[in-house]
């Protein structure tokens, strides 16, 4: 993709987040393979706010060479593009619901959200729980790569989802979906469910 192109992209996807209430503050940061390298937004930037000129480019290893500081998550970023070849975007946020569900105590091995819906199980598929890291640290990076060759979306505990896509259409939409669902997860607390079974969940494809 044309690197003007994609910074439009960038901002006009933060103007998005923003206004749908995914994002407030300077939370969150998105990023887009390009050939060689890729774009991500700039550290302590609000996503609603993204000026093209600004986004931070960093070459195939990582090395700023156009724009602001990039975002402290930059290495999380490449840890999931080095593992999922098919990942052209990349979004994190600090979405409310999603975000609730992160500081949940959940139990080893079960997954943070069950297939509650067969939309969710399409969108977002199963959601992988990575360990509690302070942000930026390097070995958030790893663990979320450790978990990024298996789920397209990764659930960062105490902190928030991180969503990788084949565009950022679709890495919004996995997005919302999942926000969507933590939010009727946390409507259910206290009621019995009942979740897909394995089977149910077995003919659901990812689209
Ligand atoms: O939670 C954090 O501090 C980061 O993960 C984040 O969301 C915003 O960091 P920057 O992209 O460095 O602004
Ligand atoms: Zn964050």
């Known amino acids: ?21 995914l994002v407030h503050g300077t939370a969150g ?28 480019r960093l070459d195939a290893t990582g090395r700023l060479i156009a724009g602001d500081k990039p975002s402290k998550e930059a290495f999380l970023h490449t840890s999931v593009y080095d593992v999922r070849p098919d ?21 080893h091995g079960c997954p943070p959200i069950e297939p509650l819906t067969a939309y969710y199980v399409m969108r977002v598929g199963e959601l992988a ?19 990024a060759v298996r789920h397209a979306c990764v659930l960062l ?20 979906e999942l926000e969507e669902t933590a939010r009727l997860k946390l409507l259910l607390d206290g009621h019995r469910t009942k979740p897909l079974t394995a089977e149910q969940v077995a003919e659901l494809t990812l689209i």
């Open 1 to 21: 993709m044309n690197e003007a192109k994609a910074r439009e992209l960038i901002c006009a996807m933060g103007h998005r987040l923003y206004q749908r209430r």
């Open 29 to 56: 940061n998105i990023s887009l393979r390009l050939e060689d390298g890729w774009l991500v937004t700039p550290t302590n930037t609000c996503l609603g706010e993204l000026d093209p000129a600004s986004i931070s």
């Open 87 to 107: 990942a052209q975007a990349i979004i994190h946020t600090h979405s409310t619901h999603s975000v609730a569900v992160s500081c949940m105590d959940h139990p």
């Open 129 to 147: 729980l990575v360990p509690y890291y302070r942000p930026g640290d390097k070995r958030l990076a790893d663990a979320v790569r450790e978990v």
């Open 157 to 176: 505990a105490n902190h928030g989802p991180v969503i990788a896509g084949k565009g950022l259409n679709e890495a919004l939409y996995a997005l919302e």
